[in-house]
């Protein structure tokens, strides 16, 4: 695979290492002892000379085909895959011409490089699974640091990425993004063939199996950001040292939002909106953020979250609750405040809360409505509250 197994990769990141790693691999041949000089020196990724060498190693190493393809970006470091973000090429789907092109790649390079389980080439809802498969299996992949895999046929290739990713320990990997789009929740999803898939099928039963995901995490020991999009993906996310953690969507198996296995949780960032049955989710649900399962939080951005009040506006819930006082900033969609008759005057009621949010920087991401309030006062009271001048552009009287 054009990788000199016999020559130990440097764990520390210091240049005298690497320099004499060069050396042993420029010994026996290796294109990349070359680029790793250049790097050295100070020559940026996009000089010719080092990106024909990278190039070059792709061609030794069996990955040739990836780039033209369309796909995979790739950016290498140091003689190894440093960024690699995913995305299907729409040139390359089973209706255009180029659709026997990407068939013989995916023969070939499940012929020559290693990949787990079966993938049926006559399947092109497949052949995205064979690519993010055998690229991540890769020991070029190794030391990878970021890594995107926006995917389109996400019911193969989501438990295909996360077995090829368990396969081996990823070290520097400390950015991941893993999902596929959407633009209303639950949605019917189209192939690459055009064909509907139900969603909501996954309810329960994970996207990426169980197993898969059991083994995702402890072999991501690095990894800080992670960002999770579509519908039920993953039964949970077990980390304890991620740092920042954004979902868009319905991620977890259980329709839940948020879980407890993410104690390291610095910031938190949540989007979901109106599904395809019209239906948004309670607000209660935001009783389940509580100081035990996120003891280090501090950012919590709900600013692109709608919830159905069951009881009051979110603000007023969040008041309540025993996260709030560790958190240094928080953002929420909208604050409106209405008469309900039974806690007063609403005006009253958001002033009374002012001095709960004391402590961080709030914001609100769109309408400020608060039934009742005059102008002066509640330009007073929002004063109070910390909220920014931009906040209350979007006030409605």
């Given at each position: ?220 020991p690095a990894l800080r950001r992670l960002e999770l999009e579509g519908a039920f993906l993953l039964d949970d996310v077990v980390h304890e040292e991620l740092t920042h953690l954004r979902t868009r969507g319905a991620v977890f198996s259980d329709g839940s939002l948020f879980g407890t296995s993410t104690p390291g949780l610095v910031t938190l960032e949540v989007e979901i909106d109106h599904d395809v049955h ?120």
């Open positions: 695979m054009g990788f000199v197994d016999e020559v130990p990769v440097p764990v520390s990141e210091d240049w005298p290492d690497w320099l004499a790693y060069a050396r042993a691999l420029s010994g026996a041949g290796d294109p990349r002892g070359e680029a790793i000089r250049l790097e050295h020196r100070g020559v940026p990724a996009d000089d010719p000379e080092l990106a024909e060498l990278y190039r070059q190693v792709e061609r030794e190493c069996g990955l040739d085909g990836l780039r033209a393809d369309g796909s995979w970006r790739l950016g290498w470091s140091r003689g190894f895959l440093d960024t690699a973000v995913f995305r299907l090429a729409e040139e390359t789907g089973p209706a255009e011409a180029s659709a026997p092109r990407r068939r013989a790649l995916v023969v070939r390079l499940l012929a020559e490089l290693p990949h787990g389980g079966d993938h049926d080439p006559d399947d092109p809802e497949q052949w995205e699974a064979a690519l993010v498969d055998v690229l991540l299996r890769h020991p070029a992949a190794g030391r990878l640091r970021t890594l995107e895999l926006h995917l389109t046929d996400h019911h193969h290739s989501a438990g295909r990425a996360a077995a090829a990713l368990a396969s081996r320990q990823r070290p520097r990997l400390a950015e991941l993004y893993l999902g596929h789009h959407y633009d209303t929740l639950f949605e019917l999803h189209r192939t690459s063939t055009g064909r509907p898939l139900e969603v909501e099928r996954y309810l329960h039963d994970p996207v990426v199996p169980p197993e898969a995901g059991r083994a995702l995490w402890p072999a991501l019209g239906t948004v989710g309670s607000n209660l649900q935001l009783e389940e953020l509580a100081p035990a399962g996120y003891p280090r939080l501090r950012h919590l951005d709900l600013g692109a979250a709608a919830f159905e009040p069951e009881e009051d506006c979110d603000l007023v819930l969040l008041a309540d609750s025993p996260l709030l006082p560790q958190l240094e900033s928080l953002t929420v969609r909208e604050l409106v405040v209405e008469d309900t008759g039974a806690e007063g005057d609403p005006l009253e009621v958001l002033a009374g809360l002012a001095p709960r949010f004391a402590h961080l920087e709030l914001r609100v991401d769109g309408d400020i409505e608060v039934e009742g309030a005059e102008e002066r006062e509640l330009e007073r009271v929002l004063a109070a509250l910390g909220l920014a001048p931009e906040a209350q552009d979007d006030v409605v009287e």
